[in-house]
């Protein structure tokens, strides 16, 4: 699944504690460092793939590091942060849906 989520939550870690790749409980907070990709080269290369491999290869310069809840029972690969600049914006790939759910539920003030 993704999720977007803003790019000072994700530097702080603002998370409830639900592991981000299985939805379980988690235990601590894993380091993960965004990548910023170019949108542009599917306008001019989107019939050749190494070309858009080439042209839109990630940087991580200047992008923000963030930390993710997870747990010690389940392997945690797959888990992706894209850094999307002018939104100012984290896109999570690979998070679970109820680490999603979790996190809505967590900043949605409540009205009580």
């Given at each position: 699944?993704?999720?977007?989520?803003?790019?000072?939550?994700?530097?702080?870690?603002?998370?409830?504690?639900?592991?981000?790749?299985?939805g379980g409980t988690?235990?601590?907070?894993?380091?993960?460092?965004?990548r910023r990709s170019?949108?542009?080269?599917?306008?001019?290369?989107?019939?050749?793939?190494?070309?858009?491999?080439?042209?839109?290869?990630?940087?991580?310069?200047?992008?923000?590091?963030?930390?993710?809840?997870?747990?010690?029972?389940?392997?945690?690969?797959?888990?992706?942060?894209?850094?999307?600049?002018?939104?100012?914006?984290?896109?999570?790939?690979?998070?679970?849906?109820?680490?999603?759910?979790?996190?809505?539920?967590?900043?949605t003030p409540s009205?009580?």
């Amino acid at each position: 699944m993704r999720y977007a989520t803003s790019v000072e939550r994700f530097e702080v870690g603002d998370f409830p504690m639900v592991c981000a790749r299985c939805g379980g409980t988690a235990d601590h907070h894993r380091g993960y460092r965004s990548r910023r990709s170019a949108d542009w080269p599917w306008f001019f290369f989107p019939w050749q793939l190494i070309l858009f491999l080439l042209a839109s290869w990630p940087s991580t310069g200047g992008a923000p590091v963030g930390r993710l809840p997870l747990c010690s029972r389940c392997d945690h690969r797959g888990i992706s942060a894209a850094w999307r600049k002018r939104e100012r914006a984290i896109l999570l790939r690979g998070v679970h849906p109820a680490f999603a759910a979790a996190t809505q539920r967590h900043q949605t003030p409540s009205t009580a």
